[in-house]
């Protein structure tokens, strides 16, 4: 099935987002699902899987995060905002179904996804690759920042300009670095004024907390055994925490955003959303 493809711009916050929408051709109404990329990612990361989707009947949105591509404002625990402002966009549209709309998310987008499921009515949820909580860890990874934000006079930074993210350790972080590099992704984020602050604006998006808020509605969770920034362990005690229906998909091998690329493991979460959307 062939498609349409605009790029959109929407505003949250008092900031714009840059995105981009995909359309099944006919007149519809189409269910919609709006994926939710990584952070230090973009839309474009997440737009194979939405061609996928879109093969199969459903309309799809992919968006840069705020402080991410072309995307105004800074990197902040309000993400939540940009899906539920994205989700806005999508039921808005004369061609969509609004009461069948489904979040995506990877990583960091599957939390902010998370959080903005307990605060709209959707139709299903895909968690893919999640961090399971928002902690002091979560911070501290953070610290090593501060230094270099105090000798450019601004708690403003920008990767990957400023060097490598310094969670991901030296060679990881390196790769990291030259990756946004060749893809042009680009992320802005406010180091707040100290790490208790940073971590008040961030507690909101906690998985754990927000997963006992969760609807009645099919949950698809995701995760591969050789992820080594996520362990799967932690993902699993997610997954029993949320309410039914649900179910899990864990891959024996693969890596952190495995599931976004070509395999059967993709093919089984977007046969998985397609069955539950149509």
Known sequence: ??????????????????GEILLPKGEGPFPGAVLCHGIASGHRAMRPSA????????????????GHGKSEGVLDGDLAQDVMAAMKFLRRHAKIDPRRIALVGHSMGAVA???????????????ISGPTEINGQFTQDWAPLYPKAAR??????????????????????????????????????????????SLESWVKLDPLTNIEKLG??????IHCKGDK????EAALGLYEKASSPKEFLLSKSGFHSAPLFPGKLRRKWIAWLVSVLT
């Open 51 to 66: 061609q996928q989707l879109v093969r199969r009947g459903i309309a799809t949105l992919t968006f840069d995060f705020r």
């Open 229 to 232: 920034w996520i362990p799967h």
């Open 113 to 127: 996804a998370l959080h903005a499921a307990t605060l709209e009515n959707i139709q299903a949820l895909v968690f």
């Open 152 to 197: 450019t006079g601004s708690l403003i930074i920008e990767f990957p300009r400023i060097g490598p993210m310094p969670m991901l350790g030296s060679i990881t972080g390196i790769l990291q670095r030259l990756w946004m590099y060749l893809l042009g992704y680009r992320l802005r984020m406010n180091l707040e004024q100290s790490l208790e602050q």
């Open 1 to 18: 099935m062939k498609w349409h493809t605009a790029t959109i711009d929407f505003s949250t916050d008092g900031a714009t987002l840059h």
């Open 216 to 221: 009645a509605f099919p949950k698809l969770f």
